[in-house]
């Protein structure tokens, strides 16, 4: 089994996926065999999780802070 990134493409009035050479290679595969596809959307599970954090200082303001702080010592 290998795991592969495709992008679906409209066919006419359907919608397909192609493999890349190199998997079809790496698991022998050929035209006209079956196979199974596990269909997973890919996202951002960070981003859903913990959504866009909008702080009010930026990064560097905050790492100036800490070091005022003495957080590094």
Same mark, same amino acid.
């Given at each position: ?19 890349? #050479? !190199?998997?079809?290679?790496?698991? /022998? @595969? %050929? ?5 199974? =596809?596990?269909?997973?959307? +890919?996202?951002?599970?960070? #981003? !859903?999780?913990?959504?866009?954090? /909008? @702080? %009010? ?5 905050? =790492?100036?802070?800490?070091? +005022? ?5």
């Amino acid at each position: 089994m290998i795991e592969v990134d495709v992008t679906l493409k409209e066919w006419g009035k359907s919608i397909g996926v192609v493999l890349p #050479k !190199k998997a079809l290679e790496h698991e /022998k @595969l %050929k035209a006209g065999e079956k196979v199974t =596809l596990l269909v997973l959307r +890919k996202s951002n599970t960070l #981003k !859903k999780t913990f959504g866009i954090a /909008k @702080l %009010k200082r930026t990064t560097d303001e905050i =790492l100036q802070e800490v070091d +005022k702080e003495g957080w590094n010592e």
